[in-house]
T-cell receptor
Framework: RKEVEQDPGPFNVPEGATVAFNCTYS??????FFWYRQDCRKEPKLLMS???SGNEDGRFTAQLNRASQYISLLIRDSKLSDSATYLC?????????????FGAGTRLAVHP | DAGVIQSPRHEVTEMGQEVTLRCKPI?????LFWYRQTMMRGLELLIY????????DSGMPEDRFSAKMPNASFSTLKIQPSEPRDSAVYFC??????????FGPGTRLTVT
């Protein structure tokens, strides 16, 4: 079983739609959680951290469910510019150091 | 501010040749990471350094791969000899105290 699992998609949605991605992780001792965004042929960039109480940044809402070991990202009022791959990332404490484990990503395509 | 710098951006080489990828992390960052990304396997951590010391190289696929960090501002990833299955995008990332990782633009390697 992969440490971090995501539905690869693609999710094809019209502009203005609301779309949600889920991600599951296998290590219950994982410490921190993030969503990264990767545009085509570009490097990954941090989109937002995911806090236990849930957090919102504009049209983006991230939530964490530790009991079920999953993380979600909700995008409201989708824009064409939201088209990208969204990577679920889990931070683990391993051998005395922090280590990020990346999911394979979920591809989102927003169309007019 | 300069971000993470990688060179070359593109590399095309023949099977059996030595390939050296270079990375300059963000000044002041104490962690440096090398990742490989392919369609099949997603983003994989190869090795990471803390204060120039290799901490975890368990992701290095085999002995053909080696990485060094001779000082805080420079790291190399070397493949010798290269094989077609090494074709991928190689990212370098750096972070401060294990927090947000900043990725370089990547090196797109093609081995023919």
């Amino acid at each position: 079983r992969k440490e971090v699992e995501q539905d690869p998609g693609p999710f094809n949605v019209p502009e203005g739609a609301t779309v949600a991605f889920n991600c599951t992780y296998s290590n219950s001792a994982s410490q921190s959680f993030f969503w990264y965004r990767q545009d085509c042929r570009k490097e990954p960039k941090l989109l937002m951290s995911v806090y236990s109480s849930g957090n919102e940044d504009g049209r983006f809402t991230a939530q964490l469910n530790r009991a079920s070991q999953y993380i979600s990202l909700l995008i409201r009022d989708s824009k064409l510019s939201d088209s990208a791959t969204y990577l679920c990332v889990v931070k683990e404490w391993s051998g005395g150091y922090n280590k990020l484990i990346f999911g394979a990503g979920t591809r989102l395509a927003v169309h007019p | 501010d300069a971000g993470v710098i990688q060179s070359p951006r593109h590399e095309v080489t023949e099977m059996g040749q030595e390939v050296t990828l270079r990375c300059k992390p963000i000044s002041g960052h104490d962690y440096l990471f090398w990742y490989r990304q392919t369609m099949m396997r997603g983003l994989e951590l190869l090795i990471y350094f803390n204060n120039n010391v290799p901490i975890d190289d368990s992701g290095m696929p085999e002995d053909r791969f080696s990485a060094k960090m001779p000082n805080a501002s420079f790291s190399t990833l070397k493949i010798q000899p290269s094989e077609p299955r090494d074709s991928a995008v190689y990212f370098c990332a750096s972070s401060l105290q294990g927090y947000e990782q900043y990725f370089g633009p990547g090196t797109r390697l093609t081995v023919t």
